[in-house]
C-alpha cells in the first residue's frame, strides 16, 4: 500500500525559506519510471504543478519557480524534499506530494493529505 | 508551457444527470492527459489516466475520451458523492500544467 505525507512549518515569514519533506511507504524511489511530484494550491485556488524527481534523481521544474526551488531525495529515509527560497505571501497554499507510477502513464495515482503553509510576518 | 482550458468552470446538476466537462490544449497532447477529482479539504484523486483509462476502483460512470487537443470526462449518472471539483492534468512536456478546474454543484 502507497502511501505519502508530508511535514514541515505551517507558518513562514516572508524572504524566509521553505523546506517541506514528503516521506512515503509502498515503494521505492529507485524503481524504474517512479517519481515523487510536487502539486500547491492557494486557498480557492487551482492546482499548480511545482516540480518532480524521478527514480534516477533527474529533476524537472516549473520554469517560472525554477531560480527558487529544489527537489531532492534521501533514499535511505524514503523522504522527498522540497525546498523553496525567498517566500511570499502569494506562496500560501496546501502543498501536496504525489507518486507518478511507473510504466508510460504519467499520472499521480497517490497523493499526501497536503500541507498548509501561510506566509505572513 | 502548454495551456489547458476547462469548461465550464461551474456547473449544477442535480442526482441523475449526464454531466460532461471539457478540457482544451493549447497544443496537441496526444494521449497525455488525466482527470482529478477534488473534494472540499481532501486530496486529488485520480479518476483517467491516459485520457481513457479507468484508475482502479473508480465507478463505470466515470469516463473519458479525446486526443490531441479535445478532452472530455463524463459522468453518466451522478450520484450524491460525485459533487466535487475536477481537474484535468497533461503530460506531454515539462511544466505538466493542470486546468483550472470545474466546480460541480447541487441544483
Known amino acids: 500500500q502507497i502511501t505519502l505525507k508530508e511535514s514541515g512549518p505551517t507558518l513562514v515569514k516572508p524572504t524566509q525559506t521553505l523546506t517541506l519533506t514528503c516521506t512515503f511507504s509502498g515503494f521505492s524511489i529507485t524503481t524504474s519510471g517512479v517519481g515523487v511530484g510536487w502539486i500547491r494550491q492557494p486557498p480557492g485556488g487551482a492546482l499548480e504543478w511545482l516540480g518532480i524527481i524521478y527514480w534516477d534523481d533527474d529533476k524537472r521544474y516549473r520554469p517560472s519557480l525554477m531560480t527558487r526551488l529544489t527537489i531532492s531525495r534521501d533514499t535511505s529515509k524514503n523522504q522527498v524534499v522540497l525546498t523553496m527560497t525567498n517566500m511570499d505571501p502569494v506562496d500560501t497554499g496546501t502543498y501536496y506530494c504525489?507518486?507518478?507510477?511507473?510504466?508510460?502513464?504519467?499520472?499521480?495515482?497517490?497523493w499526501g493529505q497536503g500541507s498548509l503553509v501561510t506566509v505572513s510576518s | 508551457a502548454i495551456q489547458l482550458t476547462q469548461t465550464p468552470s461551474s456547473l449544477s446538476a442535480s442526482v441523475g444527470d449526464r454531466v460532461t466537462i471539457t478540457c482544451r490544449a493549447s497544443q496537441g497532447i496526444s494521449s497525455a492527459l488525466a482527470w482529478y477529482q477534488q473534494k472540499p479539504g481532501k486530496a486529488p484523486k485520480l479518476l483517467i489516466y491516459?485520457?481513457?483509462n479507468l484508475e482502479r476502483g473508480v465507478p463505470s460512470r466515470f469516463s473519458g475520451s479525446g486526443s490531441g487537443t479535445d478532452f472530455t470526462l463524463t459522468i453518466s449518472s451522478l450520484q450524491p458523492e460525485d459533487f466535487a471539483t475536477y481537474y484535468c492534468q497533461h503530460f506531454r512536456s515539462f511544466p505538466y500544467t493542470f486546468g483550472q478546474g470545474t466546480k460541480l454543484e447541487i441544483k
Open positions: 491516459d485520457a481513457s
Open positions: 504525489a507518486h507518478r507510477r511507473g510504466g508510460s502513464s504519467r499520472d499521480f495515482d497517490y
